[in-house]
């Protein structure tokens, strides 16, 4: 499938043939094969399509597997959780992160992995040839794009709480754009782009033509100034994402599912990349969308809309000393656990004070960052351990959200009578 | 660069991130001939100046394809 393009690019000039040259009886495509390329590039279609599928299945698979699985936490604060978006990241990189890109991307590798060729005189590429340049590159682009995901969640955490919550509806709105943009629904969309200065651009392409062993990692590294769509949508989400440690798993779990996609076509021609991106849209997008609607949860949660949830546990909290004096008082616990807050909806009586029992157990992540948007409280809890929240008298018939410091779990406090 | 340049557009289908319109630029640049390539991925069109004696509209249109891409002379 990987038909290395490179020898329409830049065919060696004529040089005496090489001890280190492979004999290679692979011909160049003929002009008149428009037919047959038609042929092949349904079947190409129909390939991607079935990896797509398996794809997507491998990486559910995998996540129910280790659903289990955590990540460890980072003095303090809230970092990963095995949480659903990462995995949406993974499978909006596997699907189209390899592809989107890949034009250019791959064009700029191929371009380098020949010129390569022509300064050692090797007749064509072989594959072995390929297999360390597209490495390196590979690489190289992880740990610049791991970088800038850290560096871009770094920013992140430095934004107020109280515009993180904004954050994370623009970040969600912006993403389902970016979906726009893949459909094409309206050339306004278009707009979201982003293009390198000419100078920078200049660079790129005089360094793919050197065939130095080192362009790879140069190159790959800076790819980092070339992102499409789907990009900069996940890069958007790294700044959402409130935590250095957080930003740099988002966007190294992106490249990472982007990179098997981009070893298989890299050098596809590029004139396939348009078809493969057409397969694989439809799954891309109902990931994008899917991260999109948590993070447009996440922000309305944290902005105290928590209502949202309306099934769950309830536990109603008991009422302490005489109900009549001024000493009354009710209390309720909840259980704090890596992905939950248990149960996620506790009934209060109106007009007297609350006393919140927040549990931990083995608590990791963002959970510890407790939370309730209205009353301005937030709270770091202990790994395990007991917390205690005053909460003051309420009206009936409120609904008090309360949440981790992400948006991504929570629960309601509701009032009554 | 003395002989007379010209300028021709072409709407272009098939993009669909600003990368495409980079390649379809860096294709078109290698020809001989070619000057400048512009290509704007928001209003969907390329415009090349290059020296009609070097290279044809033929020649711009199959670099155009070469990246991917199917272009039309507007």
Same mark, same amino acid.
């Given at each position: 499938?990987?038909?290395?393009?490179?020898?329409?690019?830049?065919?060696?000039?004529q040089?005496?043939?090489?001890?280190?040259?492979q004999?290679?009886?692979?011909?160049?495509?003929?002009?008149?094969?428009?037919?047959?390329?038609?042929?092949?590039?349904?079947?190409?279609?129909?390939?991607?399509?079935?990896i797509?599928?398996?794809?997507?299945l491998?990486?559910?698979g995998?996540?129910?597997?280790s659903?289990?699985?955590?990540?460890?936490s980072q003095?303090?604060?809230?970092?990963a959780?095995?949480?659903?978006?990462?995995?949406?990241?993974?499978?909006t990189g596997?699907?189209?992160?390899g592809?989107?890109?890949?034009?250019?991307q791959?064009?700029l590798?191929?371009?380098?992995?020949a010129?390569?060729?022509?300064?050692?005189?090797?007749?064509?590429?072989?594959?072995?040839?390929?297999?360390?340049?597209?490495?390196?590159?590979?690489?190289?682009?992880?740990?610049?794009?791991?970088l800038?995901?850290?560096?871009?969640?770094l920013?992140?955490?430095?934004?107020?709480i109280g515009?993180?919550?904004?954050?994370?509806?623009?970040?969600?709105?912006?993403?389902?754009?970016?979906?726009?943009?893949?459909?094409?629904?309206?050339?306004?969309?278009?707009?979201?782009?982003?293009?390198?200065?000419?100078?920078?651009?200049?660079l790129?392409?005089?360094?793919?033509?050197?065939?130095?062993?080192?362009?790879?990692?140069?190159?790959?590294?800076?790819?980092?100034?070339?992102?499409?769509?789907?990009?900069l949508?996940?890069?958007?989400?790294?700044?959402?994402?409130?935590?250095?440690?957080?930003?740099?798993?988002?966007?190294?779990?992106?490249?990472?599912?982007?990179?098997?996609?981009?070893?298989?076509?890299?050098?596809?021609?590029s004139?396939?990349?348009?078809?493969?991106?057409?397969?694989?849209?439809?799954?891309?997008?109902?990931?994008i969308?899917?991260?999109?609607g948590?993070?447009?949860?996440?922000?309305?949660?944290?902005?105290?809309?928590?209502?949202?949830?309306?099934?769950?546990e309830?536990?109603?909290a008991?009422?302490?000393?005489?109900?009549?004096?001024?000493?009354a008082?009710?209390?309720?616990e909840?259980?704090?656990?890596?992905?939950?807050?248990?149960?996620?909806?506790?009934?209060?009586k109106?007009?007297?004070?609350?006393?919140?029992?927040?549990?931990?157990?083995?608590a990791?992540?963002?959970?510890?960052?407790?939370?309730i948007?209205?009353?301005?409280i937030?709270?770091?809890?202990?790994?395990?351990?007991?917390?205690l929240?005053?909460?003051?008298?309420?009206?009936?018939?409120t609904?008090?959200?309360?949440?981790?410091?992400?948006?991504?779990?929570?629960?309601?406090?509701?009032?009554?009578? | 660069?003395?002989?007379?340049?010209i300028t021709?557009?072409? /709407?272009?289908?098939?993009?669909?991130?600003?990368?495409?319109?980079?390649?379809?630029?860096?294709? !078109? *640049?290698? &020809?001989?001939?070619?000057?400048k390539?512009?290509? /704007?991925?928001?209003?969907?069109?390329?415009?090349?100046?290059?020296?009609?004696?070097?290279?044809? !509209? *033929?020649? &711009?249109?199959?670099?155009?394809?070469?990246?991917?891409?199917k272009?039309?002379?507007a």
């Open positions: 499938m990987s038909q290395p393009s490179q020898s329409r690019r830049r065919r060696p000039s040089r005496p043939p090489s001890r280190l040259a004999p290679q009886t692979r011909a160049s495509a003929p002009p008149s094969a428009t037919a047959k390329s038609i042929v092949i590039d349904r079947r190409f279609g129909l390939a991607l399509t079935a797509a599928g398996l794809a997507a491998s990486a559910l995998f996540r129910l597997a659903s289990g699985l955590s990540l460890p003095a303090g604060i809230a970092i959780d095995p949480d659903a978006s990462l995995w949406l990241v993974f499978l596997l699907s189209i992160g592809l989107s890109c890949v034009a250019v791959g064009g590798l191929a371009t380098s992995i010129a390569r060729a022509v300064e050692r005189h090797a007749g064509a590429v072989t594959i072995r040839a390929q297999l360390l340049p597209v490495t390196l590159f590979l690489g190289a682009k992880l740990l610049a794009y791991t800038l995901g850290a560096i871009l969640g920013v992140g955490s430095k934004i107020p515009l993180q919550a904004w954050l994370m509806i623009a970040v969600g709105l912006f993403m389902l754009m970016v979906v726009a943009q893949m459909f094409d629904l309206h050339p306004l969309f278009r707009l979201i782009a982003f293009r390198p200065p000419k100078a920078l651009q200049r790129l392409r005089a360094r793919s033509k050197q065939g130095s062993a080192s362009s790879p990692l140069l190159l790959g590294a800076l790819t980092v100034f070339i992102p499409c769509g789907v990009t949508a996940m890069e958007a989400l790294a700044i959402a994402s409130n935590s250095a440690l957080r930003g740099a798993l988002i966007m190294a779990v992106f490249t990472l599912g982007s990179a098997p996609l981009f070893f298989v076509l890299g050098f596809a021609a004139r396939l990349s348009g078809l493969a991106f057409r397969s694989f849209r439809p799954l891309a997008a109902l990931a969308v899917a991260i999109a948590l993070s447009i949860h996440a922000g309305a949660r944290l902005l105290g809309y928590g209502g949202m949830r309306l099934g769950g309830t536990v109603t008991t009422q302490l000393g005489d109900p009549v004096s001024a000493a008082i009710q209390s309720a909840i259980q704090v656990r890596t992905a939950s807050y248990s149960p996620s909806r506790v009934r209060i109106a007009g007297i004070p609350t006393r919140l029992s927040l549990v931990s157990e083995q990791q992540g963002c959970v510890r960052a407790f939370l948007p209205g009353l301005g937030e709270r770091m809890l202990p790994v395990d351990g007991t917390e929240i005053e909460l003051p008298p309420a009206e009936p018939g609904v008090i959200p309360f949440t981790c410091s992400m948006g991504m779990y929570g629960g309601n406090i509701e009032v009554v009578q | 660069m003395s002989e007379p340049n021709q557009r072409f /709407s272009i289908q098939g993009m669909h991130c600003s990368s495409c319109a980079m390649s379809i630029d860096w294709e !078109l *640049e290698d &020809l001989p001939g070619v000057a390539a512009t290509t /704007s991925y928001a209003r969907a069109t390329t415009e090349v100046t290059f020296d009609p004696h070097q290279t044809s !509209l *033929e020649t &711009l249109l199959s670099a155009i394809e070469r990246a991917g891409f272009g039309l002379p």
